[in-house]
Structures are given as structure tokens and as C-alpha cells.
């Protein structure tokens, strides 16, 4: 009985436990009272193996379910991924075009206007792409030469309009003060002021 019972607590002790010594031969004699503690404690480890057994079934498959779930949300956020990386790009082209459609429209607005100030097509298509792309200095060269070309032809069209006059003796000029004063154009008139200036003294 005593070599059954001490088999019995051995096969059920946890790992670094040990079962109760075998004291025969040592003198003890088992009581009925000693057999039914022993059959407790046997009934207690069986019970409490179970338990332990069962709480490591649950956490397994909680932790299966854990490694599931974050196999799932690692998926589902690379699919987010690709698509916000998506919706980024279409974005971008988006914006990009209605860019490209606002220079556009700048750029006819700017050349109807310099149009409108005289410039021939060409020159005023240039005007307008320096004026969209923010280049101020080739504006200005551009206009300096319209405002240059524009004096010239008026000068040429006043030269060709006016009478042939006779020429003052030792006047220097073929033009008077009163039909310099008559130009009707403020630049050209200035121009023949400063020529004539001895006319003014």
C-alpha cells in the first residue's frame, strides 16, 4: 500500500516537487487517517493539473486568436496604405492640372491685354510668358522695345502727314516753334523741344 501510494503522489507532482518519503522500514506504520490525507492530497494535485492544463488550452487559442488579428490588421493596413498612396497621386494630378489650367488662362489674359496696348501677336505672346513665368526684366525689355517701336512709327507717320516747308535762313531747323508746339503726340513734341531748343530760348 505504502509503495502504491508513494508511486501515485510521484507520477502526479509537478516538476521540482517530491513526493512524500517512503518511511517503511523505518518504523512509521500508515494510519487511516494518514491514507485518507494522502488520497486528498492526490485528489487536490489531479485537480489542480487539470486546472492548469485547462488554463493553458485558453491561452493558446487566445493567443492564437491575438496572432490571427494581427495578421489581419498588418494586411489591412498595408491594402490602407495602398490605397491613401493612391488617392495621394490622384491628388497631385489634380492639382497639377488645375495649375497648368490657371497658367493657361493667365497667360491668354496677359497677351489680350498687351494686345489690346498695340504689340504685334509674337510680341505680345512673349510678354505674357515672362509676365506668367515672373521674369519682370525681360517684361521690361520687351515693352522698353514696344514703347521705342511705337515713337518711331509715329515719328515716321507725322513726318510723312506734314507740309513741305521752307527752310528759315540760318534757323537750323525746318520746323517752327508753333508747329513743334503743335505735335499733338507729348513724346514726339518733347523729342523736337529738345532738337530745337534754341527756339525756346
Known amino acids: 500500500m505504502n509503495n502504491e501510494l508513494s508511486y501515485n503522489l510521484q507520477f502526479f507532482a509537478e516538476e521540482g516537487e517530491s513526493a512524500p518519503e517512503n518511511t517503511e522500514g523505518q518504523g512509521a506504520e500508515p494510519t487511516e487517517e494518514g491514507s485518507e490525507k494522502v488520497a486528498e492530497l492526490l485528489a487536490e494535485l489531479a485537480k ?3 486546472a492548469r492544463q485547462k488554463d493553458k488550452a485558453a491561452l493558446d487559442k487566445v493567443l ?26 490622384e491628388a497631385e494630378k489634380v492639382k497639377a492640372h488645375i495649375a497648368e489650367l490657371e497658367e493657361y488662362r493667365q497667360r491668354n489674359e496677359a497677351k489680350e491685354r498687351y494686345l489690346l496696348q498695340g504689340m504685334d501677336a509674337e510680341t505680345a505672346k512673349k510678354a505674357a510668358e515672362a509676365e506668367v513665368s515672373g521674369d519682370m526684366d525681360e517684361l521690361a525689355a520687351i515693352q522698353k522695345q514696344h ?3 511705337l515713337i518711331k512709327a509715329k ?11 521752307n527752310v528759315g535762313e540760318g534757323s537750323g531747323s525746318d520746323m517752327t516753334r508753333d508747329e513743334i508746339m503743335a505735335i499733338s503726340d507729348p513724346v514726339i513734341r518733347r523729342q523736337k523741344i529738345a532738337e530745337n531748343i534754341d527756339k525756346f530760348n
Open 147 to 149: 514703347t521705342d517701336a
Open 64 to 89: 492564437k486568436e491575438n496572432g490571427e488579428i494581427k495578421k489581419s490588421l498588418r494586411a489591412r493596413q498595408s491594402e490602407q496604405e495602398i490605397e491613401d498612396e493612391a488617392k495621394r497621386e
Open 48 to 50: 489542480e493539473r487539470a
Open 155 to 165: 515719328e515716321a507717320e507725322w513726318k510723312a502727314s506734314r507740309p513741305q516747308l
